[in-house]
Structure formats: C-alpha cells, structure tokens
C-alpha cells in the first residue's frame, strides 16, 4: 500500500538586510548616499518614483527641484518614473482609504515591478501609508524612506510595519515589510513644527527606558536643550534611538511580532485609544508621551519600580515639552477598551510589556484596574502641577 498520508513540517529562514543611513543632506552634498542604495541591474538604471508628503514639499518649496536635480545628475544610475508625487500630511492619508487605491493606480500607470523603487519622503504617516501600498503592489515594491519628522527618524521609519487605519481602529489593515533603505537625513527636520519636533522624543524616552539607562539619563539631562532645538543634543538621541530600534527588529529575535510581545508598543496599549478618542488630534508621539507616563507610573505601583524613576519620567516628559493630560482620560471606560483592542492587534493573549527598572522590561497579562486608575489620576495630577508651576 502506498503511503497517503504524510505531514511535512519544514523550518525556513529568509535572509533580509535592513540599510539604515544618516545624512546631513541627502539631495545636496550626501547625494552619493541615497544614489549607492538604489541599486540598478542588467546595466539599467534603477527606476525610481519619488513620493512626498504634501506638508514637506510645502515647507521646502526648491525640494522639487532638487529631486529632479538628483536624478537629472545621474542618469545612469536613476530613472525618474512618473511626476515626483503629493499626499496629504498626518494621519489623514491613513484615514482615508481612498488614497491607498490612488497610489496602486499610480504604480499601475507607472508600470512599476518589483524591481522598482519607491522613495517616501515625509512624516510617520505618510511612510506608514505609502509603505502599505508599495507592500502590497505586486507583492512588494522596493521601499525607500526618507523620515521627515523626528519621531519617524527615531523610530517608525525604521521599523518593517506598514499601515493605514480602518475601522476607526490603528493600524488596522497593514503588512510588515522590510524597506529597502532608509535614509535619515538632518535637513529635513528643519522645517517641522515645533509640537512635531518634540513629538518623536517620547518614543525615544520609550526605547530607552526599554533598553538603555544610559541614553535616558542623557534624554533627561539635555532635554530643555532638545525643546529648544539644539541640534547637537537633539541629533545624537535621534540616531541612538533608531539604533536601537534597528537592533531590535534586526537582532530581537521577533522583527514580525510572531511572539508574544511587543516591546516597543511600551505605553501604546493606551496612545492608540487616546488617538482614535482624540479623532487624532492629538499626536501618536503626544499620546506615547502620556502612554509611557502612564505604563510607568502603573510599573511603579504594581511591579516594584522605583517611584523615583516613575517621578524622573513624568519630568523628563514634561521638560521636554509633552503635556501630560488630555481630556481622553476623564473618559477611562472607553480608554480600557484599548486593551483588549491591543490584544486582539496581536492576537493570543493580552500581554503588556511593563517595567521593573530603567533597561529591564517584564511582560504581564493581566491589569490591575484599580492601580491602572490610580497610575492615570497620578499623572493627571503631575501634569497639573507641572501647570500650575508655569
Ligand atoms: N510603523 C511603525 O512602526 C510606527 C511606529 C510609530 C508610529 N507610527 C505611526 O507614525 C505616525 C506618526 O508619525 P509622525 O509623528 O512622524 O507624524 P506625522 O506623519 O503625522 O506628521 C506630523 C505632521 O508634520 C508634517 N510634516 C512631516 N514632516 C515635516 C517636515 N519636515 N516639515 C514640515 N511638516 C512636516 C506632516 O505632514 C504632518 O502634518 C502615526 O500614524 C503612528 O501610528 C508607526
Ligand atoms: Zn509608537
């Protein structure tokens, strides 16, 4: 009798490489960076469709030009695809899903393949939403970001996850992809506004507290500097902050979140409710800095972290401009349900990463609500008196 049954059970692994660069000026003097990541083959140049967010291009008028300029000067190595392309700043281009369709329909008409780049030039939003789109065109375009607002040089442009919203929920329809490079570029924070300056350093505060004791006494240290925008103090956070998030998607052990945690995701079960209750107006990195305040002050209450370091973090937060309340939190009902809308994000259990000490993370699966509360009200109350002070 010939066998009919059989179960096949095969371990695989995929090599990626993840390019992370950092420049002063990419379409300026640092051509060559961005020039050597996009790879021509077969004595082609590399076919190269530029997409940007329409805030960036409002902020820089000559980037247009100097696109062009970039390409016109190497016409061996690149070849512009399509006019350079515009798409609304911020988390409308995530709401809209309309969007998503008009970019697939562009690299349709542009015949892009998966040969092809996409370079995405603009804030977290419009990386996350292009990414989404160049993710799932023909299976997977290659993805060029170029992050434009500190929180995406520190933190999402460096990370393989792709998204839009649906549903009124975060993230909801989204790929994990690696991009192909990642150029983070200096000038490019140069235009932001002041809020979204600040904004990206509460998931810097975030990766250190996870990782580094070292780099948050640092943030803490210079963070009157960072508010004001001193660069050379602002520079060195951002870079160490996307190193450690390149190590941990590249060495983690976990890059497409197959486990059961999401380390990263410290202080966001709660951002990404008081976003959506927000109808976005508040910043995701605006809504971190209140998450991690959160999660830190519950960490200190629940799991043994020192209250000192509780207080370092709520001050820290706040010297670096963030304001700790929102009107979000009169409504906590609505609030909890981030958890289990957190959960369901992951699938499996609910499993929050929590903090026993600066540099060492805990996961738990379950939340003491009487704690969490008091966690909340305390900084509500820190806030204030931050207020009250000014
Ligand atoms: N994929 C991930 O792993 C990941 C991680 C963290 C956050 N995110 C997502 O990133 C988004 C937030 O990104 P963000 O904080 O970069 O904000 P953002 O993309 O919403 O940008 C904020 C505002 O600044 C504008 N802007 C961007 N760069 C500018 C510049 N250089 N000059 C002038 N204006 C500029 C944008 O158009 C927008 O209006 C959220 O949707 C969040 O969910 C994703
Ligand atoms: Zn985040």
């Known amino acids: 009798m010939p066998e009919i ?13 993840h390019r992370l660069r950092f420049t002063q000026d990419v379409f300026g003097e ?9 790879e021509s083959s077969d004595e082609q140049p590399a076919r190269v469709q530029f997409w940007v967010d329409q805030n960036v291009a409002d902020g820089t008028p000559q980037l247009v030009n100097r696109i062009k300029q970039f390409a016109n000067a190497h016409p061996a190595e690149v070849q512009r695809v399509g006019s350079i392309q515009f798409v609304p700043g911020g988390e409308e281009i995530k709401n809209d899903i309309h969007i998503l369709e008009r970019m697939l329909k562009v690299f349709n008409v542009s015949d892009l393949d998966r040969r092809s780049y996409v370079v995405a030039i ?29 929180l995406s040089q520190g933190d999402s442009g460096i990370g393989v996850k792709n998204s839009v919203n649906l549903f009124a929920k975060k993230n909801w329809l989204g790929s994990f992809a690696v991009p192909w490079g990642v150029v983070n570029d200096a000038e490019m924070l140069t235009t932001l506004s ?9 998931e810097a505060v975030k990766v250190s507290l996870l990782k580094s004791p070292a780099d948050f006494e640092q943030i ?83 799991l043994g972290l020192d209250k000192a370091v509780a207080q370092q973090v709520m001050q820290c937060l706040c010297d670096l401009g963030f304001s700790l309340t929102h009107q979000t939190l009169e409504d906590v009902e609505t609030l909890f349900r981030g958890l289990e809308e957190f959960r369901q994000h992951l699938g499996g259990r609910l499993t929050l990463t929590m903090l026993k000490a600066v540099g060492q993370a805990v996961d738990v699966h379950s939340v003491n609500r009487d704690n969490m509360l008091r966690a909340i009200e305390a900084v509500k109350a820190f806030a204030a008196a931050r207020q009250h002070v000014r």
């Not at 049954?5 to 490489?17: A, G, K, Q, Y």
């Open 220 to 302: 803490c240290r210079d963070a009157g500097e960072i508010r004001n925008r001193d660069m050379a103090k602002a520079l060195p956070v951002i870079k160490s902050s996307a190193k450690m998030h390149l190590d941990h998607i590249t060495r983690g052990g976990d890059p497409f979140e197959m486990l059961e945690a999401r380390p990263l995701d410290y202080g966001h079960w709660s951002a990404h409710k008081m976003e959506a209750m927000s109808d976005f107006t508040l910043r995701h990195g605006e809504a971190v800095a209140i998450g991690v305040a959160i999660d830190t002050v519950y960490s200190s209450l629940e």
């Open 30 to 38: 640092d051509q060559q960076v961005l020039k050597a990541l996009l």
């Open 5 to 17: 049954i059989e179960n096949l059970t095969v371990d695989f692994n995929v090599p990626f490489v």
């Open 122 to 150: 603009g804030g977290g939003a419009v990386l996350d939403a292009i990414g989404f789109a160049v993710a799932i065109a023909h299976r997977g375009l290659r993805l060029v970001r170029i992050p434009t607002t500190t």
């Open 194 to 202: 002041n809020r979204d300056f600040v904004s990206g350093f509460s």
